[in-house]
Nanobody, 128 residues
Framework: QVQLVESGGGLVQVGASLRLSCVVS????????MGWFRQAPGKEREFVAA????????GYADSVKGRFTISKDYAKRSVFLQMNNLKPEDTAVYYC?????????????????????WGQGTQVTVSS
């Protein structure tokens, strides 16, 4: 059974950086696609970034392009979300998601309903 555990959230000021981590247990990590989503109060869960672990390939929401970077570490069975130049609108609970094979096509990455496994989330609050 695949389980995801996020960490790294916190309260920061505008312009600061945070690095979120997601540790994956169970399953064949290297075959997955991994994603990050976020959900602000009163809003739907939205796509942030995703990565196909084999062969590379990343994708980002327009709102975070150039500020956020998704990366992986096979040895640690982890994916990361480096968030720079944080803004108040980035405030949300951030969730890690896993997509085991058969993999979603890239054009479906935005759809949270298509991702199979979810972590418990980590709160990110950006204060002005």
């Amino acid at each position: 059974q695949v389980q995801l555990v996020e960490s790294g959230g916190g309260l920061v000021q505008v312009g600061a950086s945070l690095r979120l981590s997601c540790v994956v247990s169970g399953g064949t990590f290297s075959t997955y696609q991994m994603g990050w989503f976020r959900q602000a109060p009163g809003k739907e869960r939205e796509f942030v970034a995703a990565m196909r672990l084999q062969g590379g390939g990343t994708g980002y929401a327009d709102s975070v392009k150039g500020r956020f970077t998704i990366s992986k570490d096979y040895a640690k069975r982890s994916v990361f979300l480096q968030m720079n130049n944080l803004k108040p609108e980035d405030t949300a609970v951030y969730y890690c998601a896993a997509d085991p094979p058969p993999l979603l096509i890239r054009s479906s990455w935005w759809d949270s309903n298509r991702w199979e496994v979810w972590g418990q989330g980590t709160q990110v609050t950006v204060s002005s």
